[in-house]
């Protein structure tokens, strides 16, 4: 038996390009850049629109110290949602003991340990009674909380007592009692916790 075997030559004729054909393939190929340049764009702008979304719709949980005074001075530590979605906090935690500041009756209890199981809405705040002398130098607080299914850590360090004291002049009133009303409605007015 004899093999026969079939060489196919394939001859490839090279033609030059004319004028109209340069012309079709450099605009073919600045199409093809123009769009990738669009999807590119507009992958990019997309991310940076759902950051921004993400961003202005998320909880934003402040914390800082506040003094008002209804007659006696007092200062507080506020927590609160500046943003505009639910917070639920899993983490609060703070480099200073507290446990010598509380101007409750209950000493056995870690007020300030509470708050690693709240839930704050939008504008709302958590206030704790503190003994402002006790409270020596900045904290740095940890936080974990949950906003629109995202979970957010941050660490701050923060000197609650930095501008709590200023002097504010009040009104005088006659009686004791209208005096604890006035002081009080004022700093009601001027604080607006």
């Not at 079939?6 to 109209?20: D, G, M």
């Not at 004791?176 to 004022?186: A, F, N, P, R, V």
Request: hydrophobic share 40%.
């Amino acid at each position: 038996m004899i093999l026969q075997t079939n060489i196919l030559s394939i001859k490839v004729i090279a033609t030059p390009l004319t004028t109209s054909d340069l012309i079709q393939l450099v605009g073919i190929l600045a199409s093809l850049i123009t769009s990738i340049i669009a999807i590119i764009i507009s992958i990019v702008t997309t991310h940076q629109n759902s950051k921004m979304i993400e961003e202005s719709s998320r909880a934003v949980i402040g914390i800082y110290g506040e003094s008002i005074n209804t007659g006696v001075p007092m200062f507080y530590m506020v927590v609160k949602n500046f943003g505009n979605s639910t917070a639920t906090i899993t983490k609060f935690e703070s480099d200073f003991d507290f446990a010598d500041c509380y101007t409750a009756s209950s000493p056995t209890r870690n007020y300030i340990e509470d708050l690693s199981h709240c839930t704050i809405a939008p504008g709302q705040s958590r206030i704790c009674r503190l003994d402002y002398s006790k409270i020596k130098a900045p904290i740095t607080f940890e936080l974990e909380y949950y906003s629109s299914g995202k979970k957010y850590s941050e660490k701050n360090t923060i000197d609650l007592t930095a501008a709590c004291s200023m002097l504010q002049q009040k009104i005088a009133t006659e009686g004791k009692e209208w005096h604890t009303i006035s002081y009080t409605l004022q700093e009601m007015l001027q604080k607006n916790l």
